[in-house]
């Protein structure tokens, strides 16, 4: 019974890296069917360049921490307030509209 279920589970395994594969195809081709291996799939994959990110010192920092002795600084507000809850223990309000 358990070497059924193994069997069964590669089965499914299987199943799930060839649509994954094929998925990465469609998406690789902006939507267009083709015929690819495995080896173009995955040089594609590795041509594709990465989003750069700002350096640290590249960030305008415009909203300052108003706690006593804390001097952070950050540039959107949406990560101040982070520091702030995580930091400081600071609830805006907001909490209730996400909490489950």
Request: hydrophobic share 30%; net charge positive.
């Amino acid at each position: 019974m358990q070497r059924i279920q193994q069997m069964e589970l590669e089965k499914v395994m299987t199943e799930r890296n060839d649509l994954k594969t094929k998925v990465l195809k469609y998406e690789l081709l902006g939507g267009e069917l083709a015929q690819l291996d495995d080896d173009e799939i995955m040089n594609q994959l590795e041509d594709r360049k990465k989003k750069s990110r700002r350096s640290a010192a590249d960030i305008d920092r415009h909203f300052f921490c108003s706690f006593t002795n804390c001097k952070k600084a950050y540039g959107t507000e949406a990560s101040l307030i982070q520091h702030q809850r995580l930091k400081h223990g600071q609830n805006n309000g907001m909490d209730a509209y996400f909490r489950i």
